[in-house]
Nanobody
Framework: QVQVVESGGGLVQAGGSLRLSCAASGNTYNTRCWGWFRQTPGKGREGVAVIYKSGGMTYYADSVKGRFTISQDNAKNTLYLQMNSLIPEDTAIYSC?????????????????????WGQGTQVTVSS
């Protein structure tokens, strides 16, 4: 069983930065992809960024390319999301998720429902 816990959310002004962390514990050995996803009340869950655990290949939503960076520390079983140049439209609950059988990172980015486990999420609010 795998547990994931996010941290690092908060309130920030537009143009500011935040760094989210996701600590995973348990049997993460078979996890092939990790991802960050976000959800707002008026929209469904959308993919933000995905990274392959082995090799580190990354995929980003068009809306965050050039502003957000996903990274990982496999020794610490920790995933990160560095968010720069934040805009009010980035306001959402950000969740970390993992997928065991992940052969197409871009597919996973667009289909968060195929995740095998999720964290509880952390709120990010960007004020204008």
């Amino acid at each position: 069983q795998v547990q994931v816990v996010e941290s690092g959310g908060g309130l920030v002004q537009a143009g500011g930065s935040l760094r989210l962390s996701c600590a995973a514990s348990g049997n993460t050995y078979n996890t092939r992809c990790w991802g960050w996803f976000r959800q707002t009340p008026g929209k469904g869950r959308e993919g933000v960024a995905v990274i392959y655990k082995s090799g580190g290949m990354t995929y980003y939503a068009d809306s965050v390319k050039g502003r957000f960076t996903i990274s990982q520390d496999n020794a610490k079983n920790t995933l990160y999301l560095q968010m720069n140049s934040l805009i009010p439209e980035d306001t959402a609950i950000y969740s970390c998720a993992g997928r065991i059988y992940c052969t197409d990172g871009s597919f996973y980015l667009g289909h968060p429902e195929v995740s095998n486990y999720w964290g509880q999420g952390t709120q990010v609010t960007v004020s204008s």
